[in-house]
């Protein structure tokens, strides 16, 4: 069965550092999506790309992140000047043709700033 | 209010056991409705979509009342393997293509 791969599965990074997390979504797949976990939260929305723009952004997806898809397959987290509250799990995930079909998700970058 | 709301549990169930997990939301226009399972640590993995009519794959059934904006997810006969967080998730309305998580109902089956 396809999957959405992401990596790495954990990064550890210093507060005020540049990271990228990649994920690899369902091939077939044309909807893009980060959300993130907080441990013991609920999972969030952070953005949603389709057509090599961002369709749908939350409130949390402010200037310190941006989204890339820089080739056919690989789709981009970027979080610029991370702090510790960005510490969490990252999750990708997909979905085909119908936006309201159901997301695939990755199994997730554990992302821990110090 | 919270936008999708669950019982956290925990749900504590012996083996063999029928549980049942209730959902309500607040955006009336939403579209499309989930239930996912989660394990500890993992990703959030699509148990089944919830249709208006109802359905049912094995074990499994779920229900949707949009009047009452209202979701159930049935389990029957439970397993060992079913012990994990369920998720109502609720997919937004037109022009909508986030998902809403609500917290998650955990279920431990004993043995």
């Known amino acids: 069965e396809p999957e959405v791969t992401q990596t790495p599965s954990h990064q550890v990074t210093q507060m005020g550092q540049e990271v990228i997390l990649r994920c690899v979504p369902i091939s077939n797949h044309l909807y893009f999506y980060w959300y993130r976990q907080i441990l013991g939260q609920k999972v969030e929305f952070l953005v949603s790309?389709?057509?090599?723009?961002?369709?749908?952004k939350s409130e949390i997806f402010d200037d310190q992140f941006s989204v890339e898809r820089p080739d056919g397959s690989n789709f981009t987290l970027k979080i610029r000047s991370t702090k510790l509250e960005d510490s969490a799990m990252y999750f990708c995930?997909?979905?085909?043709?119908?936006?309201?079909?159901?997301?695939?998700f990755g199994d997730g970058t554990r992302l821990s700033i110090l | 209010r919270k936008e999708v709301e669950q019982d956290p549990g925990p749900f504590n169930v012996p083996e063999g056991a029928t549980v049942a997990f209730n959902c309500t939301y607040s955006n009336s226009a939403s579209q499309s409705f989930f239930w996912y399972r989660q394990d500890c640590r993992k990703e959030p993995k699509l148990l089944m979509s919830v249709y208006s009519s109802g359905n049912e794959d094995g074990r499994f059934t779920a229900q949707l009342n949009r009047a009452s904006q209202y979701i159930s997810l049935l389990i029957r006969d439970s397993k060992l393997s079913d012990s994990a967080t369920y998720l109502c998730v609720i997919h937004g309305g037109a022009g909508s293509y986030q998902l809403t998580f609500g917290k998650g109902t955990k279920l431990s089956v004993i043995p």
């Open positions: 995930a997909s979905s085909d043709e119908y936006s309201n079909q159901p997301q695939h």
């Open positions: 790309f389709y057509n090599n723009e961002i369709s749908e």
